[in-house]
C-alpha cells in the first residue's frame, strides 16, 4: 500500500482519498467524509517526516471505517436511525491501534443497519452500489467498506464479520477479505451484533497488506475479555501440503461460475504440487439454521440498550416511559433489525428455549467438531463464499429466508470461530467478480494470508 | 409450529415494538417462514451432545481490584442523553 | 383454621470491593454525586464489554463456604433481560444456569438448620426518582457486585425469619465480604409466604414481600403476611400469587402491580465472559482464611461465656475472633469487658477498626487476675489500650502512666505495714484491736494504703495487718 514518505505526503494522500470519494458520491459509500479531521493529521505526520522523526508502519495511510466503529471522529450510527446523533467519546481499541500506526480514517461507510444483512440495503442510509454493477448490491453488511477499497478510494477499510459481513461483500466486489479467529482483534468500541460470533477485520487489495493490518491490530485487550493473546507475531508459518474441499457444497445451489472457479483453483495447486482433499461435513447442512437461532438471540440481547433513554434517537411520541421505550424502538429500528430482535426472543422465550437456543448451541458443538476432524485431514479450506455473485438490487429483500440462504456457506466458520479469507478468484460472463475463501483452524491466520499468495496465478 | 397473531403480539411485546397492523402482518409472515426454517434442527440428533456458546478456549479471565480512570467523564456521557438535569438522565413519567 | 406458615427467603448482599462488577470505578457512591461513579460499561455505551471483577469472584467464595456450600468447579454469567431505565443494558448480568454457589445450610442460634438452595453473583440496578411528571436516572448502584442468596423453604415462623436474616448477616460479617450496613442497602430481603393447613402437603399460593431491609420488618411483614392470609382463607377467598410492598409506618404490606402473566426474562448465556472454573486449590486456599463461623463460636465458648452476652458479641466478629485469639482463661473476663465496657462507649464504632493486640489484651486480664489493677483500674486501663494516643505504650506501660498498679509484693508490703504500726499516731488503734474492736482495722488500712500512695492491695494490706496484730 501507499504509504506516506518523503516523496509522497500523507496530504497527497488523503486529498486524493476524499476526492475519490466525492468522485463516487452516487455509490453511497459514506455515511460520513472526514475531510477536515484527516487533513488535520495528514499535516501533523507529514511535519513529522520533514523533521525526520520516526512515524508509524500506516503512516498517512487514508482508510475508511465501517460506521459501527465508535470513535470521536464523525457520529457513530451502525447506519442505523435509533443510533442517529450518536458522537462516541470513546474510541475503538482496533480504531486506536490502527491510527497509532498512523492511519488516517477518512470516513465511516454505509452498512446494513447494525450490520443486520447481507447486501447493506437494510441501511437508514439506502444501499451502497456495487463496484462492477450499479444495479447490484455491494454485500454486506460491510458493503460500504469492500466497495471502498475496490473503488480504489482508500487503502484499506475495516470490516465486522458476524456471519460472512467481511468475506460475501469482499467477494462480490473482487477484493481480500478477512474474518480472524474469533477473539484475534478486540471488539471494544465496536456496535455489538452477536458478541459470540463478532469478528473485526479488513479489507485489503493484497495479502501483504493484510498480514501489515493483523500485526497492527491484533492482541489482548484488558477492555475485552474474549481476546486472545498476541498470537499473530509469533505464529510460525505452516508448511501445507493438502487442501480441502467440502463435498456438500458441490451442490445446485452454487452458481456453476463459481463452482468453475473453485475447480480451477483446485487444479492451480495441483499443479504446483499440493494434494486436494475431498471433505464430508454433513453437519455444516445444519449452520444457517443454528445460526439464525444463535445470533438472532445474542442480537435481541446486544440491542436491549437501544431505548432512547442514554443516547441517540428518542422518540416525539415519548409521552411516558412505556411509550419512551416501545415508540423509540419501533421508529428506530429497520424491519431487518425487528425481525432478528423478535426471533431472538421467540428462541428465548420460556418454553422454546430448550427447543431452539439449547438445541442451537448443540448443533454449534457438532459444528465445531467437524471442522476439527476436517483438519486432521487437511491444512487449508478451499470454498466459495456465496452461492451467487452479486444480485440485483431489491433482488431478495422481501424474502427474508432467501436471503438468509445467501450466508450458507459464510456462517459456519463463525460458528466455529475459525478464520476465513475471501480471495479473488476472476470474474463471470457479466464481469462480475468472483470470490473463494480460504478457511484455516484457530490461530492459523498468519500461515492463511501467506498461503494465498499461492492461489495467484 | 404455527405463529399466530397473538405471537406475534407477544414477541412484539418482549421486544417492546408498538407495531402497526400492517407491520404486524408483514412482520407475521416472515417471521413464519423463518422460525420454519431455523426449526429443521429438529432432525438433528444432539443426543448427549453438549452446547457450545463461546468459541473462545479461554477461562478465569478477570481483573484486579483496582480504580482506574475511565474512558469517557461524567459529563460526556450525559451529554449524550437527550435531556439531563441535575447530573442525572431524565425520562418521561413512569405510568 | 390452623394454618402451617412456609417461607422461602431470597437475599442481596452487596459485596465490598473497591470497584464495580464489570468496570474499574468506585463501588463506593455514599455521599457522592449522581452518575459520579459510572463507567461507558455502566452506562452501557454501544460496544462496551463487561471486565470481570476477580475479587467479587473470590468474595462469593468466601461467602458460600461461610454457609457450608459447595462452591461450583463451573460457573457462567447469563443475561437477564427486563426494560427499565435503572437497567442501562438492558439486561442484568447474573448467573442462572450455572451459579458459582451451590447448596450449602446456614445453623440459627437454637441449632436448626436452614437449606440453601444456590447462591449467585449478579449485577445491583440503578435508581429512579419519581417526580410529578418526570423521573431522574442515577447509574451509581449499577453493577455494584451482589450475591444473592437462595434459601429452600425451611422456615416456618416470622420469628424464625427474623434469626435467619439476622443469621445470613452475622455469616457474610464474619466472611468479611460485605459491610453489612443495613441502613444504607447493603443486604436486602425477599419474603416469600404461603400458608397451608395443618397436616396438608399441599403447599399454599405465595405472596412475596420484596426489599426488606432490616430484620424487624421482616420479622413484621411476615407476621402481617401470615395474618392477613390467614384471614383470606378462613373466609374461603383465595390467596393471589403477587409481589407485595412493606410500608414500615404503617405497618403493612400492599400488591404492587401484578401482570396478569409471570415475567418472561428469556435468560442467555453471557457471550462476552468466559467461563469461571475454580481449582480445589484454590477454593481450598481461601476458604482457610475464613474464621470460625457464629455456630463453630457457639459450641467454642459454651460454657465460657453466658449465651446472652456471646448473642451481643456474635454482631460483632472483630470482637469475636479477637477472643478467640486471646488466652482461653481470660475469655470470660475479656468478653465482659468487651460487651460492658467498650460497646458501652460512644466511640466503639469507631474502635472496632482497631483493636488493642492480643498481648496487651492478655497482659490487662493478667494484671487484673494478679490483682495488680482492681477492677476499677482493670476498665480504665483496657479503654485507654483503645485510645491512638496511648496505644502502642503497652498494658503495663499504660497501668504505670496512669499510676494503678496495686503493690502485690508482700515483703514490700509488710516493710510499709511494720512502718506504719510504728507510728505513734497508730498506737491507740492498735490496742483497740487486740481489745477486740474489729472496725478500726478499716482506719489501719487507710494508714497503710495512704503510705504506699494508694498501690497497695488492699485485701492483701488487711491480711498482714491481722497477722502482725493478733
Redesign the interface.
Known amino acids: 500500500m501507499k504509504i506516506a514518505n518523503r516523496k509522497v505526503t500523507a496530504e497527497r494522500l488523503v486529498r486524493d482519498a476524499l476526492d475519490k470519494a466525492k468522485h463516487f458520491a452516487d455509490y453511497n459509500i459514506f455515511t460520513f467524509l472526514n475531510e477536515e479531521g484527516a487533513l488535520k493529521k495528514a499535516r501533523e505526520i507529514d511535519a513529522k517526516i520533514a523533521a525526520g522523526e520516526k512515524v508509524g508502519r500506516l503512516a498517512g495511510v487514508p482508510y475508511a471505517l465501517k460506521d459501527n466503529f465508535m470513535s470521536p471522529e464523525g457520529d457513530t450510527t451502525a447506519s442505523a436511525h435509533i443510533l442517529e446523533g450518536c458522537a462516541s467519546p470513546i474510541t475503538a481499541t482496533a480504531v486506536e491501534k490502527l491510527e497509532a500506526e498512523g492511519a488516517i480514517m477518512i470516513g465511516r461507510t454505509n452498512l446494513d443497519a447494525f450490520a443486520h444483512g447481507s447486501s447493506t440495503e437494510n441501511s437508514y442510509f439506502g444501499p451502497t452500489l456495487n463496484a462492477y454493477d450499479q444495479s447490484r448490491v455491494a454485500g454486506g453488511s460491510s458493503g460500504g467498506s469492500a466497495v471502498a477499497v475496490a473503488l480504489d478510494i482508500v487503502e484499506f477499510a475495516t470490516g465486522t464479520d458476524t456471519g460472512g459481513s467481511i468475506r460475501q461483500p469482499a467477494s462480490f466486489n473482487g477484493v481480500y477479505g478477512l474474518k480472524p479467529t474469533y477473539g484475534c482483534i478486540s471488539r471494544y468500541g465496536v456496535v455489538a451484533m452477536a458478541s459470540s460470533t463478532d469478528c473485526i477485520g479488513f479489507f485489503t487489495k493484497t495479502p501483504g497488506d493484510m498480514d501489515l493490518l493483523m500485526s497492527v491490530a491484533n492482541g489482548k485487550d484488558s477492555k475485552d475479555l474474549t481476546t486472545l493473546d498476541n498470537y499473530y507475531h509469533d505464529s510460525k508459518l505452516k508448511k501445507a501440503k493438502r487442501i480441502g474441499v467440502i463435498k456438500e457444497f458441490d451442490n445446485d445451489s452454487v452458481d456453476k461460475n463459481i463452482k468453475k472457479a473453485l475447480k480451477k483453483k483446485c487444479e492451480l495447486l495441483k499443479s504446483k504440487g499440493y494434494e486436494i482433499v475431498e471433505l464430508e461435513m454433513p453437519a455444516l447442512k445444519y449452520a444457517l439454521a443454528a445460526y439464525y437461532i444463535i445470533v438472532p438471540a445474542e442480537v435481541a440481547s446486544n440491542l436491549s440498550r437501544y431505548d432512547g433513554v442514554r443516547y441517540g434517537f428518542r422518540s416525539k411520541k415519548s409521552e411516558d416511559l412505556d411509550a419512551l421505550y416501545s415508540e423509540t424502538r419501533s421508529e428506530g429500528f429497520m424491519p431487518e433489525n425487528k425481525r432478528r430482535i423478535m426471533i431472538g426472543n421467540f428462541v428465548l422465550s420460556s418454553g422454546f428455549y430448550d427447543a431452539y437456543f439449547l438445541k442451537a448451541a448443540k448443533a454449534r458443538t457438532l459444528i465445531v467438531e467437524e471442522y476439527a476432524k476436517a483438519f486432521e485431514k487437511c491444512d487449508f479450506i478451499l470454498t466459495p463464499v456465496a452461492p451467487n455473485p452479486a444480485f440485483k438490487l431489491g433482488e431478495k429483500t422481501n424474502d427474508p429466508v432467501a436471503m438468509y440462504l445467501e450466508d450458507a456457506m459464510s456462517v459456519p466458520l463463525n460458528l466455529a470461530g475459525v478464520p476465513g479469507l475471501t480471495i479473488p478468484a476472476g470474474k463471470n460472463a457479466d464481469g462480475l467478480p468472483i470470490g473463494l475463501q480460504l478457511i484455516g483452524p484457530r490461530r492459523s491466520d498468519k500461515s492463511l494470508i501467506e498461503f494465498s499468495k499461492e492461489l495467484t496465478e | 409450529m404455527e405463529i399466530k397473531r397473538e405471537d406475534i403480539l407477544h414477541l412484539a411485546d418482549l421486544s417492546n415494538f408498538s407495531l402497526s397492523d400492517a407491520e404486524v402482518k408483514s412482520l407475521g409472515g416472515d417471521l413464519q417462514s423463518i422460525i420454519k426454517y431455523i426449526s429443521q434442527l429438529d432432525e438433528l440428533d444432539t443426543e448427549n451432545v453438549e452446547p457450545t456458546y463461546q468459541v473462545f478456549e479461554m477461562e478465569n479471565v478477570w481483573r484486579a481490584d483496582e480504580i482506574l480512570p475511565q474512558d469517557a467523564s461524567r459529563e460526556e456521557l450525559l451529554a449524550l442523553t437527550v435531556e439531563a438535569k441535575d447530573n442525572q438522565i431524565k425520562v418521561p413519567k413512569v405510568l | 383454621m390452623k394454618y402451617v406458615p412456609t417461607i422461602g427467603i431470597e437475599c442481596h448482599v452487596q459485596l465490598k470491593?473497591?470497584?464495580k462488577l464489570f468496570?474499574?470505578?468506585?463501588n463506593d457512591a455514599r455521599g457522592k454525586?449522581?452518575?459520579?461513579c459510572?463507567?461507558?460499561v455502566d452506562?452501557?455505551?454501544?460496544?462496551?464489554?463487561?471486565?470481570?471483577?476477580?475479587?467479587?469472584?473470590r468474595l462469593a467464595v468466601l461467602a458460600g463456604r461461610a454457609m457450608n456450600c459447595e462452591i461450583n468447579a463451573e460457573s457462567?454469567f447469563d443475561?437477564k433481560?427486563y426494560?427499565y431505565?435503572d437497567s442501562?443494558?438492558?439486561?442484568q448480568i447474573t448467573q442462572f444456569y450455572q451459579p458459582i454457589i451451590g447448596s450449602g445450610y446456614v445453623e440459627l442460634p437454637d441449632g436448626e438448620k436452614v437449606r440453601i438452595e444456590h447462591a449467585h453473583l449478579e449485577g445491583d440496578a440503578g435508581k429512579?426518582?419519581?417526580?410529578?411528571?418526570?423521573?431522574?436516572?442515577?447509574?451509581n448502584r449499577v453493577d455494584t457486585p451482589l450475591i444473592e442468596i437462595v434459601s429452600m423453604p425451611d422456615i416456618h415462623s416470622a420469628k424464625a425469619a427474623h434469626d435467619y436474616c439476622k443469621e445470613l448477616w452475622r455469616l457474610m460479617r464474619f466472611a468479611d465480604v460485605t459491610y453489612g450496613d443495613l441502613y444504607n442497602g447493603n443486604m436486602r430481603f425477599d419474603v416469600n409466604i404461603s400458608l397451608a393447613p395443618e397436616g396438608s402437603d399441599v403447599l399454599g399460593t405465595r405472596a412475596e414481600v420484596k426489599n426488606l431491609n432490616s430484620f424487624r420488618s421482616v420479622e413484621r411483614a411476615t407476621e402481617y403476611e401470615i395474618k392477613r392470609q390467614s384471614k383470606l382463607l378462613d373466609a374461603g377467598e383465595k390467596v393471589v400469587q403477587e409481589t407485595r410492598g412493606w410500608n414500615d409506618d404503617a405497618g403493612k404490606t400492599t400488591g404492587q402491580r401484578s401482570k396478569e402473566e409471570a415475567k418472561?426474562y428469556?435468560?442467555?448465556?453471557e457471550?462476552?465472559?468466559?467461563?469461571?472454573?475454580?481449582s480445589a486449590e484454590f477454593i481450598e486456599k481461601e476458604s482457610a482464611k475464613l474464621p470460625p463461623m457464629p455456630s463453630e463460636y457457639r459450641k467454642r465458648f459454651k460454657g465460657i461465656i453466658a449465651n446472652e452476652i456471646l448473642e451481643i458479641l456474635l454482631d460483632y466478629p472483630e470482637l469475636t475472633n479477637k477472643l478467640n485469639e486471646i488466652d482461653q482463661k481470660y475469655v470470660k473476663n475479656m468478653s465482659n469487658l468487651f460487651t460492658s465496657v467498650l460497646l458501652a462507649e460512644e466511640k466503639s464504632a469507631e474502635y472496632l477498626n482497631d483493636l488493642p493486640s492480643v498481648r496487651d489484651l492478655n497482659e490487662l486480664a493478667a494484671m487484673n487476675e494478679k490483682k495488680e489493677l482492681s477492677s476499677t483500674a482493670t476498665k480504665e486501663v483496657f479503654l485507654r489500650l483503645f485510645d491512638p494516643q496511648m496505644k502502642g505504650h503497652g498494658t503495663r506501660q499504660i497501668a504505670k502512666e496512669l499510676g494503678v498498679i496495686q503493690e502485690n509484693d508482700l515483703g514490700a508490703l509488710e516493710k510499709i505495714v511494720d512502718a506504719v504500726l510504728a507510728k505513734p499516731e497508730t498506737q491507740k488503734a492498735q490496742e483497740d484491736f487486740r481489745a477486740g474492736e474489729e472496725k478500726v482495722i478499716g482506719f489501719l488500712v487507710g494508714q497503710v494504703m495512704k503510705e504506699s500512695h494508694g498501690k497497695a492491695n488492699p485485701s492483701s494490706v488487711q491480711d498482714i495487718l491481722r497477722k502482725k496484730l493478733s
Open positions: 470491593t473497591k470497584t468496570s474499574e470505578v468506585d454525586e449522581p452518575n459520579s459510572v463507567s461507558p452506562y452501557a455505551l454501544p460496544g462496551m464489554l463487561p471486565r470481570l471483577n476477580g475479587e467479587a469472584v457462567r443475561r433481560h426494560f431505565p442501562p443494558k438492558g439486561y429512579l426518582t419519581h417526580f410529578d411528571s418526570y423521573s431522574l436516572v442515577d447509574l418472561d428469556r435468560y442467555m448465556p457471550p462476552d465472559l468466559p467461563p469461571v472454573r475454580l
